[in-house]
């Protein structure tokens, strides 16, 4: 079965601070996905990135960086320079790589992140 | 804007109502999704359709009946529910991209349930 485990239930932290959320995930797939979700005050999960398991280099998006690391199941997600609007509770997920087939996602119960001024 | 529009955006019901959820999606996708989100637990996948056929249903109460009649519009159908179905209702849709499903989802903004 799969499982995603997100520790941190909520961070704050003051603006221009560095943030970082963890996740670490389960899953006997050999191939799989990784994501990572932002959710807003207004409701609506917004994707942010997609990681295919065979590909473990970082990747950067202006302030957002993300850290696979395959030998420890985790799949890190940093902020840098946090600003207010980056306040939202922050969800990781692991799919199945099914080809054709559904993708179902498992998520993990999110990390509410508060940037204050 | 997401392009998934999900109504009403809140809803307060009695346990012996009937009432729908509705979902659109603008986005020429094909495959759409009913989440549920309750307070500190992971979203939960409710019901998948991928071309207006059911393809999942993750062991939800009958009191939950889903309707697609077309690639564009996912219902879901609430009939005598119970207090602690009260959540936050979120509609999802994702595209295939060269044959296969990207993972990716679109959500709407999610419909807020209440059950008295």
């Known amino acids: 079965a799969q499982k995603v485990t997100q520790a941190q239930t909520e961070i704050s932290v003051v603006e221009k601070e560095d943030v970082t959320l963890d996740c670490v995930y389960e899953?006997?797939?050999?191939?799989?996905?990784l994501f990572w979700y932002k959710q807003p005050p207004s409701g609506e999960l917004v994707f942010l990135i997609r990681?295919?398991?065979?590909?473990?280099q970082n990747e950067i998006s202006g302030r957002y960086s993300w850290n696979f690391q395959k030998s420890t199941s985790s799949f890190n997600f940093t902020i840098t320079a946090s600003q207010v609007v980056d306040s939202a509770v922050y969800f990781c997920?692991?799919?199945?790589?099914?080809?054709?087939?559904?993708?179902?996602?498992?998520f993990g119960k999110g990390t509410l992140l508060t940037v204050n001024p | 804007e997401t392009g998934v529009t999900q109504t009403p955006r809140h809803l307060v019901m009695g346990m012996t109502n009937k009432k729908s959820l509705k979902c659109e999606q603008h986005l020429g996708h094909n495959a759409m999704y009913w989440y549920k989100q309750s307070a500190k637990k992971p979203l939960e996948l409710m019901f998948v359709y991928n071309f207006k056929e059911q393809t999942e249903n993750n062991s939800v109460p009958s009191r939950f009946s889903p309707e697609c009649p077309n690639s564009s519009h996912l219902f879901l159908h609430l009939h005598t529910l119970q207090p602690e179905d009260s959540a936050l209702y979120l509609c999802?849709?994702?595209?295939?991209?060269?044959?296969?499903?990207?993972?990716?989802?679109?959500f709407g903004e999610g419909s807020r349930l209440t059950v008295l």
């Open positions: 899953t006997r797939d050999t191939t799989y996905y």
């Open positions: 997920a692991l799919s199945e790589a099914g080809g054709g087939s559904n993708y179902k996602l498992t």
């Open positions: 990681r295919n398991s065979f590909d473990e």
């Open positions: 999802a849709s994702s595209p295939r991209r060269l044959g296969f499903w990207t993972g990716e989802l679109f």
